[in-house]
């Protein structure tokens, strides 16, 4: 649970389960599901509420604990909890344990969150805190912080356990829960079946080991001790349309068209740009090896497709690769065609590929992000400098969750402080700009924002 500070006072903590009986049992989850981040993801919402919301200080939490109740009866695997197999592999238990709800209140202003940027001082305090050294199987899979500030306004803090549902999943939940809350009914229901996405390979070539290793290291830094207990901060980046457009004609104009001949995308031409410009921020050596992760959500590039309300991952880290040489003195579509090139891998037969990987798998335990941070360590591999992973939410719907008191005024990311992590948002205004929020090591951050615009030319 969140710890206080003197501006955020925890008042009650509940334990919300469905509303009607669901059904009991044990969920299989998939390989997808238990690889990569199996922690939760926090993000945050910010209201301005009607005064009709706010003449009672309990409507507003009643009424997002009361649909939340409601929308546990169709999204029933959410209350159950996880349980741990042996050789690092988990199954789903669906047992209406339920979620937890916390309210908090706050003597601050939404006016004091400076553009609510991450880096605030009070930000942390509004997203729930998930211990994980406790047992799996007494971890909720969702945790929800109300938070009352004293101008009226209010946040949402979610976090929602990326075992279960990755991006595209968390939002189908949270649609829903805000349709229920607004009186009206389920409009996509989930599918849990999991056996859709047991996919086996037709061909006998199997993918890249190297692809789910050890990434790079800081040459003459081979352990990445040091790397790893630098302190890292958060920024946002605003990227205008104007700024979009220039990079989008400079990687476009600066490279051959790739194969297909579609211009790169707004993913591949930013996030190439963030890549030179770390690279350059952190000091690199032409000679060191570069890789940038790349997040493929493939629900539509298998056949079949996915079926609609597909709930659950269905998403692939995916590896381009470069010498930081290159992508510094290359122009910016040589960054470009290398993202380009990592994302054509992903289709039908290469995920096939990789799922059949994943089964081969002895022990998962390699491949899952909460060992490491239960030991709080060094050992295991460190996916920050010289690297980068660029996760894009550009394409998802990230925007107008409307509980029945109006759209958020802002939404984004939690505190989520891991060197060289970093996020793609569109606007929330749909002007055609779009922010990076990204996660440097201290020392770096003024030099990337020095190098990311004084190279938009």
Same mark, same amino acid.
């Given at each position: 649970?969140?710890?206080?500070?003197?501006?955020?006072?925890?008042?009650?903590?509940?334990?919300?389960?469905?509303?009607?009986?669901?059904?009991?049992?044990?969920?299989?989850?998939?390989?997808?599901?238990?690889?990569?981040?199996?922690?939760?993801?926090?993000?945050?919402?910010?209201?301005?509420?009607?005064?009709?919301?706010?003449?009672?200080?309990?409507?507003?939490?009643?009424?997002?604990?009361?649909?939340?109740?409601?929308?546990?009866?169709?999204?029933?695997?959410?209350?159950?909890?996880?349980?741990?197999?042996?050789?690092?592999?988990?199954?789903?238990?669906?047992?209406?344990?339920?979620?937890?709800?916390?309210?908090?209140?706050?003597?601050?202003?939404?006016?004091?969150?400076?553009?609510?940027?991450?880096?605030?001082?009070?930000?942390?305090?509004?997203?729930?805190?998930?211990?994980?050294?406790?047992?799996?199987?007494?971890?909720?899979?969702?945790?929800?912080?109300?938070?009352?500030?004293?101008?009226?306004?209010?946040?949402?803090?979610?976090?929602?356990?990326?075992?279960?549902?990755?991006?595209?999943?968390?939002?189908?939940?949270?649609?829903?829960?805000?349709?229920?809350?607004?009186?009206?009914?389920?409009?996509?229901?989930?599918?849990?079946?999991?056996?859709?996405?047991?996919?086996?390979?037709?061909?006998?070539?199997?993918?890249?080991?190297?692809?789910?290793?050890?990434?790079?290291?800081?040459?003459?830094?081979?352990?990445?001790?040091?790397?790893?207990?630098?302190?890292?901060?958060?920024?946002?980046?605003?990227?205008?349309?104007?700024?979009?457009?220039?990079?989008?004609?400079?990687?476009?104009?600066?490279?051959?068209?790739?194969?297909?001949?579609?211009?790169?995308?707004?993913?591949?031409?930013?996030?190439?740009?963030?890549?030179?410009?770390?690279?350059?921020?952190?000091?690199?050596?032409?000679?060191?090896?570069?890789?940038?992760?790349?997040?493929?959500?493939?629900?539509?590039?298998?056949?079949?497709?996915?079926?609609?309300? #597909?709930? @659950?991952?269905? &998403?692939?880290? +995916?590896?381009?690769? !470069? =010498?930081?040489?290159?992508?510094?003195?290359?122009?910016?579509?040589?960054?470009?065609?290398?993202?380009?090139?990592?994302?054509?891998?992903?289709?039908?037969?290469?995920?096939?590929?990789?799922?059949?990987?994943?089964?081969?798998?002895?022990?998962?335990?390699?491949?899952?992000?909460?060992?490491?941070?239960?030991?709080?360590?060094?050992?295991?591999?460190?996916?920050?400098?010289?690297?980068?992973?660029?996760?894009?939410?550009?394409?998802?719907?990230?925007?107008?969750?409307?509980?029945?008191?109006?759209?958020?005024? #802002?939404? @984004?990311?939690? &505190?989520?402080? +891991?060197?060289?992590? !970093? =996020?793609?948002?569109?606007?929330?205004?749909?002007?055609?700009?779009?922010?990076?929020?990204?996660?440097?090591?201290?020392?770096?951050?003024?030099?990337?924002?020095?190098?990311?615009?004084?190279?938009?030319?």
């Amino acid at each position: 649970m969140s710890s206080s500070s003197s501006k955020v006072t925890l008042k009650s903590c509940y334990s919300v389960r469905p509303k009607e009986p669901t059904w009991n049992g044990v969920l299989p989850l998939s390989e997808w599901d238990q690889i990569g981040i199996i922690t939760h993801v926090p993000t945050i919402y910010f209201y301005h509420p009607t005064q009709d919301w706010l003449t009672s200080p309990t409507k507003i939490s009643h009424t997002l604990k009361e649909s939340l109740s409601k929308v546990l009866v169709t999204f029933y695997p959410l209350a159950g909890r996880l349980q741990w197999q042996e050789n690092g592999r988990f199954d789903l238990e669906c047992n209406s344990s339920g979620v937890q709800f916390i309210e908090a209140q706050s003597t601050l202003a939404l006016s004091e969150f400076n553009d609510f940027s991450p880096s605030s001082e009070y930000y942390r305090y509004l997203i729930p805190q998930v211990d994980y050294t406790l047992p799996i199987q007494d971890i909720p899979l969702i945790f929800v912080q109300l938070t009352n500030f004293k101008c009226g306004g209010v946040s949402i803090g979610l976090l929602i356990s990326h075992a279960v549902a990755d991006g595209q999943s968390a939002l189908h939940f949270t649609s829903e829960w805000a349709r229920l809350a607004r009186g009206e009914t389920i409009k996509t229901t989930p599918f849990f079946d999991r056996s859709v996405v047991s996919l086996k390979s037709q061909c006998c070539n199997s993918v890249n080991e190297w692809e789910f290793n050890q990434p790079p290291s800081l040459l003459g830094n081979s352990d990445g001790v040091e790397e790893t207990k630098r302190k890292s901060t958060v920024a946002i980046i605003k990227v205008s349309k104007v700024q979009l457009e220039k990079l989008r004609k400079t990687a476009n104009e600066s490279w051959e068209k790739p194969s297909n001949g579609r211009g790169f995308t707004r993913y591949e031409i930013v996030t190439s740009h963030v890549w030179r410009s770390a690279c350059k921020a952190r000091g690199h050596r032409n000679d060191q090896p570069t890789v940038l992760g790349v997040c493929v959500d493939w629900r539509n590039r298998v056949e079949p497709n996915l079926p609609k309300g #597909y709930f @659950g991952n269905a &998403t692939l880290d +995916i590896m381009a690769t !470069s =010498l930081a040489g290159d992508l510094m003195s290359k122009p910016l579509g040589y960054a470009s065609s290398r993202i380009r090139e990592a994302i054509e891998k992903v289709n039908d037969e290469y995920v096939r590929q990789v799922s059949d990987y994943f089964k081969k798998q002895e022990d998962l335990t390699k491949f899952q992000d909460v060992h490491a941070m239960i030991r709080n360590d060094d050992k295991g591999p460190f996916y920050g400098n010289p690297n980068l992973g660029v996760v894009s939410w550009l394409t998802l719907p990230i925007y107008g969750l409307d509980f029945g008191w109006g759209r958020e005024i #802002y939404m @984004g990311p939690g &505190t989520h402080e +891991i060197d060289g992590d !970093s =996020l793609l948002l569109p606007s929330h205004d749909h002007d055609g700009s779009l922010s990076v929020a990204i996660c440097l090591q201290e020392l770096y951050m003024d030099a990337f924002k020095k190098h990311f615009y004084e190279d938009i030319v």
